[in-house]
């Protein structure tokens, strides 16, 4: 079974631009969950998807957005980039089971300049 | 407000040594707590759920116990190839988000 699928592994973008990053889950999920990863804070939610609906949101500015799609691939959004925005991006599936784990992709490196 | 600590923030051991990390939590209605490894350049990898207080999960060389306050990740005899970061996560009630502590990271010496 493929497991989560993260696209781009690497961006560098400059400051004030707009990017967008691409996830897709293990087949069969249909909750999709962004997460922010920086050495000093640690894994940060940022939002949950499941069927195409926002579920849940973290404390992260509007800048900040997603969206799922009927096949559950996702995307993320961060537009007029800040150079605190350079962080591991991390996604991560699940299935609709009770308290089932996320299973996470290998992450998008985000570097603002 | 929920929180999950974790402790040392760096470990190192040599072969052979056992050793014990901890993580603890407060969090209204644990509906379960989850360790991971992470391998740099990665994303972190599932190990181990627990749901309840008294619960223990084994695998190969990493034994996890949960108490009403604190999870343990046990490592016995570690290897090597064990050296990673190794990351704990409460799961908040109501929803699919989950809380997670900053992680040891954990190098074994040859």
């Known amino acids: 079974k493929a497991g989560v699928t993260q696209t781009p592994r690497y961006l560098i973008k400059t400051r004030g631009q707009q990017v967008t990053l691409s996830c897709s889950p293990i087949?069969?999920?249909?909750?999709v969950s962004w997460y922010q990863q920086t050495p000093g804070q640690g894994l940060q939610f940022l939002f949950e998807y499941f069927s195409e609906t926002q579920r849940n949101k973290g404390n992260f500015p509007g800048r900040f957005s997603g969206r799922q799609f009927s096949n559950s691939r996702s995307e993320m959004n961060v537009s007029t980039l800040e150079l605190g925005d350079s962080a591991l991006y991390l996604c991560?599936?699940?299935?609709?089971?009770?308290?089932?784990?996320?299973?996470f992709g290998n992450g998008t490196r985000l570097t603002v300049t | 407000e929920d929180q999950v600590t974790q402790s040392p923030e760096a470990l190192r051991l040599q072969e052979g040594e056992s050793s014990s990390l901890n993580c603890s939590y407060t969090v209204s209605g644990l509906r379960g707590l989850f360790w991971y490894r992470q391998d740099p350049g990665k994303g972190p990898e599932f190990l181990f759920t627990?749901?309840?207080a008294g619960e223990e999960k084994e695998k190969e060389r990493l034994k996890a116990t949960l108490t009403k306050k604190e999870s343990f990740l046990h490592i016995t005899a570690p290897k090597p190839e064990d050296s990673a970061t190794y990351l704990c996560a409460v799961q908040a009630p109501g929803g699919n988000q989950f809380y997670f502590g900053t992680g040891t990271s954990l190098t074994v010496i040859p």
């Open positions: 627990l749901y309840s």
């Open positions: 991560a599936s699940s299935s609709s089971s009770e308290n089932s784990p996320l299973h």
């Open positions: 087949s069969g999920h249909r909750s």
